[in-house]
Nanobody
Framework: QVQLVESGGGLVQAGGSLRLSCAVSGRAFGSYTMGWFRQAPGKEREFVGRISWSGGNTYYADSVKGRFTISRDNAKNTVYLQMNSLKPEDTAVYYC????????????????WGQGTQVTVSS
């Protein structure tokens, strides 16, 4: 079983920075693609970005590109989301997720999710 625990959320002023962490317990952390998602009140959950199992490849939503950076430390079983130049519209609960490519469909599927951490950006 894989368990994910996010931390690092909080209240920050617009233009500020936060770094979220996602600690992963369980087997084979280094095998998973790790993703970050967020959900604002009254809105659907949206994709923020992901990082490959090796850390060599990252991909971001247009809304955060150039401001957010995802990294991982496989030795520490931890993935990070560095958020800079934060805007009020970044306010949301942020979730990390662990995913693998489905052998049959070829699609990346996120099988494990954390409980989320609140990020609030004041104007």
């Amino acid at each position: 079983q894989v368990q994910l625990v996010e931390s690092g959320g909080g209240l920050v002023q617009a233009g500020g920075s936060l770094r979220l962490s996602c600690a992963v317990s369980g087997r084979a952390f280094g095998s998973y693609t790790m993703g970050w998602f967020r959900q604002a009140p009254g809105k659907e959950r949206e994709f923020v970005g992901r990082i490959s199992w090796s850390g060599g490849n990252t991909y971001y939503a247009d809304s955060v590109k150039g401001r957010f950076t995802i990294s991982r430390d496989n030795a520490k079983n931890t993935v990070y989301l560095q958020m800079n130049s934060l805007k009020p519209e970044d306010t949301a609960v942020y979730y990390c997720a662990a995913g693998l490519v489905n052998f049959y469909s070829g699609r990346l599927e996120y099988n494990y999710w954390g409980q989320g951490t609140q990020v609030t950006v004041s104007s």
